[in-house]
Nanobody, 116 residues
Framework: QVQLVESGGGLVQPGGSLRLSCAAS????????MSWHRQAPGKEREWVAG????????NYLGSVKDRFTISRDNAKNTLYLQMNNLNAEDMGVYYC?????????WGQGTQVTVSS
């Protein structure tokens, strides 16, 4: 059974950092491209960052490039998102996702709040 469990969200001051984790089970992360998305209140869910199956290529939403880093630990079967220099526009629920064959799976999300 495929399962994605995000963690690491919380309250951080502007300019602060968080590292989100996405623990995967039921599949092997190194065999699939994966991505992070986020959804702010009243807004549509948006793609934030992605990593290719072989891990050789990563891509970012323009507004987070140079501040966020997507990575994975194959031994732990876990996807990460390191977020630095956070600002109010980064607030929202962050989700990791993977598409296996014809179905896209999502985690339950983890809340990120940026406030002084």
């Amino acid at each position: 059974q495929v399962q994605l469990v995000e963690s690491g969200g919380g309250l951080v001051q502007p300019g602060g950092s968080l590292r989100l984790s996405c623990a995967a089970s039921g599949f092997t992360v190194s065999n699939y491209a994966m991505s992070w998305h986020r959804q702010a209140p009243g807004k549509e869910r948006e793609w934030v960052a992605g990593i290719t199956r072989d891990g050789g290529s990563v891509n970012y939403l323009g507004s987070v490039k140079d501040r966020f880093t997507i990575s994975r630990d194959n031994a732990k079967n876990t996807l990460y998102l390191q977020m630095n220099n956070l600002n109010a526009e980064d607030m929202g629920v962050y989700y990791c996702t993977v598409q296996l064959r014809l179905r896209r799976y999502w985690g339950q999300g983890t809340q990120v709040t940026v406030s002084s």
